[in-house]
């Protein structure tokens, strides 16, 4: 606690499981406060007493889904009227959505651009102005290997992955005079609970032989924000693919990603 009785604070949507989970525990391990948001009330209380036991850290849970669009307006209100202060904010909630999208249904493509891109761009509008008055904060945004190039099957999820890429790299270059960071952290498969809707468990985990772990993944990305950097892609071979894609065609590459989604379909 500072001499304004303020608690450093780091914000985490979809902080209750996987990447999320493991970056809180990373920011709660040097000293942040953690205030974690997601659906289930029950498993942020969980995640709550486990920092606070681990680190000695004072914990929050806001409840709360972010596929609603008033729901980052409640968090930043819930938070102005508590004595946390947002130095760190990683959006990281996100959900996948596998099909063609003349068979996906409407709602759902909605929820999902509401949580993959309207709720990103909304909690970083309303924390931004507190960390640019201090002259210091990070912001993770959670991208994905998707971001770097079109995927038919899952054409949305890919596109809403393309908005944040782009906004958080040019957010960084935006902000980086007032002493803030912005990493865009952009893995390949993730050995999570990641669920895309359009397929059942377990054919949805196919990819967990290849998958990183989100350990891994958390700790790549916030060493990738403490050094500055604005793009992080964990792991050797899935760093090759945002090169890859710039020099091959855009055809051919949206074939190839087609194929491997048709595949990861059947
Ligand atoms: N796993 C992968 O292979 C992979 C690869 C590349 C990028 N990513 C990205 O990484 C991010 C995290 O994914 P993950 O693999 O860690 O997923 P995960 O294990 O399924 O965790 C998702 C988290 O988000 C929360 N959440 C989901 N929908 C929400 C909503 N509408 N409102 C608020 N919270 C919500 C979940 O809790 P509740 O369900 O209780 O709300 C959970 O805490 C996503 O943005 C995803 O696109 C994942």
């Avoid at 997601?38 to 681990?54: A, G, I, Q």
């Avoid at 596109?159 to 002493?179: D, T």
């Avoid at 990641?194 to 916030?222: C, H, M, N, W």
Wanted: overall charge neutral; glycine content about 10%; aromatic content about 8%.
């Amino acid at each position: 606690m500072n001499e304004n009785n303020e608690l450093k604070g780091v914000l985490v949507t979809g902080a209750s499981r996987g990447i999320g989970y493991e970056l809180a525990r990373l920011a709660a391990g040097d000293g942040y406060n953690p205030v974690l948001v997601s659906r289930t009330e029950e498993d942020l209380l969980k995640v709550k007493e486990k920092l606070e036991k681990e680190f000695g850290v004072q914990g929050k849970i806001i409840p709360g889904d972010l596929s609603e669009p008033g729901t980052p307006e409640k968090i930043f209100d819930e938070i102005e009227s508590s004595n946390y202060r947002i130095d760190l904010l990683f959006n990281n909630a996100g959900r996948g959505q596998m099909g063609e999208f003349t068979k996906t249904d409407w709602e759902t493509d909605r929820e999902m651009m509401h949580l993959n891109m309207d709720a990103v761009i909304h909690l970083t509008k309303l924390f931004l102005p507190g960390m640019k008055e201090r002259g210091d904060g990070g912001i993770i945004n959670v991208s994905s290997l998707a971001a770097f190039q079109p995927g038919p099957l899952m054409a949305l999820y890919y596109a809403s992955k393309s908005f944040v890429q782009s906004f958080s790299e040019a957010l960084a270059e935006e902000v980086k005079s007032y002493g803030i960071k912005v990493t865009a952290l952009s893995p390949g498969p993730v050995d999570t609970d990641f669920r895309i809707k359009g397929k059942t468990p377990p054919e949805d985990q196919s990819d967990r032989s290849v998958s990183l772990d989100a350990e891994y993944v958390a700790r790549i990305g916030y060493e990738g924000l403490k050094a500055g950097k604005r793009v992080v892609v964990p792991g050797k071979l899935a760093s090759v693919v945002p090169q890859l894609t710039r020099f091959l065609p855009r055809k051919v590459v949206t074939r190839l990603v087609k194929k491997l989604n048709v595949y990861r379909l059947e």
